[in-house]
């Protein structure tokens, strides 16, 4: 089987990581924790101006599935090759602005996910970082 280091030209600090960010290995891709790091730039929406995210769970839960989607879409996929997640937050408090985060971002097709509490993250103004893996060959809006 051949194992890919991927590479995403949308992530400014893949150079400077003592990590891999994303392996593809056959048709399976496993994502390192990623988060909505406050000293990166993520690609404007369109219509939205730089600055107008905000730091809350919601904000950043949606910045960190952007930012798991354009590694899938280096590896070829897409979001509904997800099947699972690990989702670590630093308040369960706002568990629920996670779930709306979810619903918005998969549209009612689910990957498996585990979500934590942890004291906390690699920044202090980090509320939220997610694992994922991924199957190029399966769409979860298929499932039965």
Known sequence: MQIKRLVNEL??????????SAWQMGQE????GMTANPNAKPPLLEGEEQGARGLDMY???MT???????WLKVAGGHR?????????VTDIALKAEVGRARRDFFAGSFPLSTLVE??????????????AWARLDVDIRQAS
């Open 80 to 88: 509904y090759n997800l099947v699972k997640t690990v989702i670590y």
């Open 118 to 131: 942890v004291s906390g993250l690699v920044f202090p103004q980090l509320l939220v970082e997610i694992d």
């Open 59 to 61: 904000s950043q839960t």
């Open 29 to 32: 891709v496993v994502l390192s």
């Open 11 to 20: 992530d400014p600090w893949s150079e400077h990581m003592t990590w891999t």
């Open 64 to 70: 960190v599935f952007e930012k798991i989607e354009s």
